[in-house]
């Protein structure tokens, strides 16, 4: 029997024999495809190659991707093999070789190699691709076990790359058949499973719908490790084999409870393992949970993990112990498992701790619910509650059932499903794909055909160069003149393209008769620079020769801010440890924003201390050098390469003396004393586990202290002090307000009293019951109220209305006391009251309060006051 890991290391060496490349697995994070969330099949990090965006490196390659799918996350646990995170093994051509390699290969593999007997096995071809099924004949497939299925074909969109494809199916026998009549190949029981799809790409669909032969043909399969696994291992689900059983095994541990004894425990245990294999992956890609786009759906895996780990009755945090489990059968498959294991540990820990809060929270409220039923004699739960319960609180509706089964209820789940499937429609009108800029296929024919824009930024500032192409509202001209918004190609360029947080340079492309402005400067997937520019004058040509040059300024300024980067980053490290990660930043010539991994605020001497480690470096004037080198080597310099950011074979490393040793591709100074003065602006939080820093360097701190200075000037000529005895000064000053505030608040006590004495003179009798009404003189809400207070201590029965008017506004506030008094309603009282000057309220029984909008009719509505307590008295 072998085991998870020794099927995928059999696949990638059986097609490396075969002459492909093997490959690591890519990110989960799909790299320049804002069209995915996720990294959703083996042949999502090869879409550039198959479109003939980028020309392929190598002909042919076999990977084992990780990937993550969760369109159907309910059905998770339920069946036999829908997951979240999954393995799939695949081969792939960019041109190279086709079915006649890639049918023979498969079978081969399938027969020889794994030894699946040949009377078990099925093949399932395009109806009218009459070659595959001769090269599945000539492979060795008899003609009776090679189905057509109208559904195997495969296209990436309406337009496009497409083709037919064939898919190979093992049967697992009589005992796995649904027993129905003609239960066949097509049946949709458990008996015929999928293992293998081959896609052929060999056209192109048009507009019309029209197929074309694409001049290079494309292979691309995908095998599920999962599923190979199960039947390999001759297991009945994919969370039999030993890819999930360990897994399943220490969750049921910690719950005490076993696998295989109990349907409604089995399901938990495999929602549980799956999830937590998920989340544990794209922690490790640097995938941070949040509410929005893949962080979204990180969170969402995370909480139905421990979740359905309650129901299993885990009430203490086990994704920890849980994670160690999977990192240990993977990591030598996978190394950012260990790699990233801070990381990831940090972000299980505390989403764990916050989603326990909230369902406590979301437990409370389920028995108020229970109670408000029990007290109106109901037994049914209203569906749209138990929803609220689950989108809000993450209640599975599963537990919410379980509770009120307890106490002898039930859930309207007919409600329940109705709730959630407007809320699906609702957000699925709501969701917005993560968008790049729109880009004309003439534009994207463009940049294909021009590959990679030279960069010699690092060395000159200007340069001269020639125009290789100009498009206007997504169509290419010839040329471009005064007042038009223009992309420029350019043969070569000193303008750094925005990247890596640092924004792009600006200045001028200009010729003897015409200049342009340049905005911004983007990079294309195709390595080509999009010079955004401005015609200032006269008309730009395409094939002329231009003047590019920097705003050496703003690049300056910029290389301070993003060196000043690098020695922030070492100085967190220093100081909070070696945790601390950089999640992000943005550098312009204006100031530096810096996020980084870490939970907790920094305190004042933290900050204090991360400023002084910079200011030092700063000040040592260390010399900056840059490097270019293998991806390998510099890791095993020690140079620090940013979580989650995607590496070529050759990177450039940035020196910083023995201080900082980055993977950047930025621009720097050349010596740490060019950057000047760091002053630290802020530090926050900005999500679970990430805090931010905004910094400014150079011109701009001069700029900041000048400012500061002008301020403390000001301040010590009103007070009449030294600027440096202004702190002093303004604490005497606060002491002193501190102490008349006291003194007033103690004057309008006993002005209070006072008043409160008078007031008690006024009171009259409506039906035997004392009634207050009149006008006070206090500034807001709660002087009234607290007046009203007095004055019910006073009064001890009776009704109060108490009006005041303030910076044009009027507030009142009633007092029914004690609460029923003869039937009488503050709150009710108190909103025919406020009425007369435009306004509205209410509130208890005892007490409420309104607002009013015209303070003219204040002794109107005060005078009013008996009639209408009348009136609620005869009702």
């Known amino acids: ?175 796995r058949s649904c027993d129905k009549p003609g239960c066949a190949m097509g049946c949709d029981c458990d008996r015929f499973l999928e293992i293998w799809n081959l896609v052929f790409m060999q056209y192109n669909r048009d507009e019309a719908g029209v197929l074309t032969p694409l001049p290079k043909q494309n292979i691309d399969t995908g095998m599920g490790l999962e599923r190979i696994a199960s039947v390999m291992q001759g297991v009945e689900t994919n969370f039999d084999t030993d890819l999930f059983r360990p897994i399943i095994d220490h969750v049921a541990t910690l719950a005490g409870v076993k696998y295989r004894e109990n349907a409604k425990n089995d399901l938990a245990l495999k929602v549980v393992s799956d999830h937590v294999r998920a989340v544990s992956f794209m922690l490790a890609d640097g995938i941070r949970p949040n509410n929005e786009g893949r962080g979204y759906v990180l969170r969402r895996i995370l909480r139905r993990a421990v979740r359905y780990a309650k129901l299993l009755g885990i009430d203490k945090p086990f994704l920890e112990s849980a994670f160690q489990v999977i990192q240990k059968d993977y990591s030598e498959a996978y190394p950012e498992l260990k790699e990233n294991e801070n990381f990831i540990l940090n972000h299980l820990n505390l989403e764990e701790k916050n989603f326990q809060a909230t369902l406590e929270q979301g437990t409370q409220l389920l028995q108020e619910k229970v109670k408000a039923l029990m007290k109106q004699g109901e037994t049914v739960l209203a569906g749209t509650d138990a929803f609220y319960l689950y989108e809000t609180y993450g209640f599975p509706v599963e537990l919410t059932e379980e509770m009120l089964e307890e106490q002898g209820l039930t859930v309207d789940m007919g409600a329940f499903q109705t709730a959630a499937e407007e809320h699906r429609l609702k957000a699925k009108e709501q969701s917005q794909q993560m968008r790049a800029v729109v880009e004309s296929p003439q534009l994207m024919e463009k940049a294909k055909l021009l590959g990679l824009t030279p960069f010699v930024g690092y060395e000159r500032l200007s340069v001269a160069t020639r125009i290789e192409g100009l498009f206007v509202s997504g169509e290419e001209k010839q040329d471009a003149g005064e007042g038009e918004e223009v992309l420029i190609f350019l043969a070569e360029t000193p303008f750094y393209a925005e990247s890596g947080g640092q924004v792009s340079d600006w200045g001028v492309i200009r010729t003897p008769r015409a200049e342009a402005r340049v905005l911004e400067v983007k990079k294309g997937v195709t390595g080509t620079l999009y010079h955004r520019a401005q015609v200032t004058t006269g008309v730009l040509h395409v094939g002329e020769t231009v003047d590019a040059e920097i705003d050496l300024v703003a690049r300056q300024a910029t290389s301070r801010h993003h060196s000043a980067t690098h020695l922030l980053h070492f100085a967190l490290r220093s100081v909070l440890g070696e945790h601390v990660q950089q999640a992000g930043s943005l550098v312009s010539p204006e100031r530096l924003r810096f996020d980084f991994t870490h939970f907790s605020p920094l305190t004042a001497e933290g900050l204090r201390a991360v400023e002084g480690i910079i200011n030092e470096a700063v000040l040592k004037n260390l010399p900056v050098d840059a490097t270019e080198m293998l991806l390998k080597e510099a890791k095993l310099s020690g140079a620090t390469a940013l979580f989650g950011e995607k590496y070529g074979e050759t990177v450039r490393v940035v020196n910083m003396g023995m201080v900082s040793k980055e993977l950047c591709g930025g621009t720097h100074v050349k010596n740490t004393g060019e950057i000047g003065l760091v002053k630290i602006l802020s530090e926050g939080g900005i999500g679970a586990g990430l805090r931010r820093i905004e910094a400014i360097t150079g011109l701009e701190s001069l700029a900041y202290f000048r400012a500061l200075d002008e301020q403390v000037m000001e301040v010590a000529q009103n007070l009449k002090a030294q600027p440096l005895e202004v702190g002093k000064r303004v604490q005497g000053l606060m002491t002193q307000v501190k102490d008349l505030e006291r003194e007033i608040g103690q004057l309008q006590a006993k002005l209070a009293k006072n008043e409160v004495e008078g007031l008690l003179k006024r009171v009259t009798e409506i039906e035997g019951i004392p009634v207050l009404a009149s006008t006070v003189h206090v500034s807001d809400m709660e002087g009234l109220r607290q007046m009203a207070d007095l004055l019910r201590a006073k009064l001890k029965s009776g009704v109060i209305v108490l009006g005041a008017a303030s910076e044009g506004k009027v507030n009142f506030v009633t007092v029914v006391s004690p609460t029923g008094l003869s039937g009488l309603h503050a709150g009710q009282i108190i909103k025919e009251v406020a009425k007369i000057t435009g306004g509205s309220g209410g509130g208890r029984p005892d007490m409420a309060q309104a607002g009013g909008k015209d303070p003219s009719k204040l002794g109107e509505a005060i005078d009013r006051v008996s009639t209408i307590v009348r009136g609620f008295l005869k009702k």
């Not at 989960?28 to 980028?54: E, N, S």
């Not at 799918?69 to 393995?87: I, Q, S």
């Open 1 to 175: 029997m072998y085991s998870g890991n020794e099927l995928r290391d059999m696949f990638l060496k059986y097609f490396e024999a075969k002459g492909h490349n093997v490959l690591p697995s890519a990110s989960l994070i799909p790299k320049d495809d804002p069209t995915l969330l996720l990294t959703v099949a083996g042949m999502v990090p090869f879409k550039p190659y198959f479109q003939r965006r980028v020309e392929p490196p190598f002909p042919r390659a076999t990977t084992a991707q990780k990937c993550v799918r969760t369109p159907d996350l309910e059905e998770v646990g339920k069946t036999a093999r829908h997951h979240t995170y999954f393995e799939m093994l695949g081969n792939f051509s960019f041109g190279d070789y086709f079915k006649n390699e890639a049918i023979p290969w498969a079978w081969e593999y399938i027969t020889e190699v794994l030894k699946i007997p040949v009377e078990k096995l099925w093949v399932t071809i395009y109806p009218e691709d009459e070659e595959a099924r001769m090269i599945w004949e000539k492979a060795g497939v008899k003609s009776d076990r090679i189905l057509g299925d109208p559904e195997n074909f495969w296209a990436a969109g309406p337009t496009g790359p497409c083709g037919p494809c064939s898919e190979i199916y093992v049967d697992l026998g009589e005992a």
